[in-house]
């Protein structure tokens, strides 16, 4: 079947197919020409607020159900965000990930927080099911805002960390 959604702020093309079978069978290729994150925000169950900025991208999903083949990327454009969480918005200016056969690759992906601070993300999430990962990640952060919670946001722990980091993950 064909998905279509366009409209001022949103321009969205999803084709394909679901075979019921023993283990199914899907082909899906989606085409986000823009989308206005603001409008991703209801989805979010509450764990994100405050969602501005673009995301398009090109994603196809192709295989056994349990053990999807994705190929594509997704680029950001001006993306901020808070996590509910955590408390501190942050910043996606433009930035792109990319999804290959052997997982998520993330190359020069910076994220600031609202104090202009960045943390800088190179590697890739690998996986053949989307079930299991393995992480091979360098993060690099300087005096980079990771909560920022009162005591009304969450009694177990609250404040304002901010960290630096030269990490292998």
Wanted: no cysteine.
């Amino acid at each position: 079947g064909t998905l279509a959604v366009k409209g001022p702020r949103v321009d969205l093309l999803a084709k394909g197919e679901y075979w019921q079978a023993s283990a199914g069978r899907i082909e899906l290729t989606t085409t986000i020409s823009a989308l206005d994150l603001a409008l991703v925000e209801p989805f979010t169950a509450g764990q994100l607020k405050q969602m501005k900025g673009d995301l398009r991208g090109d994603i196809r999903v192709t295989g056994e159900a349990n053990r999807p083949q994705i190929l594509g990327g997704l680029y950001f454009s001006e993306a901020s965000f808070v996590p509910v969480f955590v408390g501190t918005q942050f910043l996606l200016k433009d930035e792109e990930s990319a999804f290959t056969n052997d997982g998520v690759v993330l190359k020069d992906f910076d994220i600031s927080d609202q104090n202009s601070n960045k943390a800088s993300l190179n590697g890739s999430i690998r996986t053949k099911d989307y079930t299991t990962f393995a992480l091979d990640l360098r993060l690099v952060a300087r005096n980079f805002q990771l909560l920022n919670t009162g005591e009304d946001d969450n009694e177990l722990f609250y404040g304002k960390v901010s960290v630096n980091s030269n990490a292998t993950i």
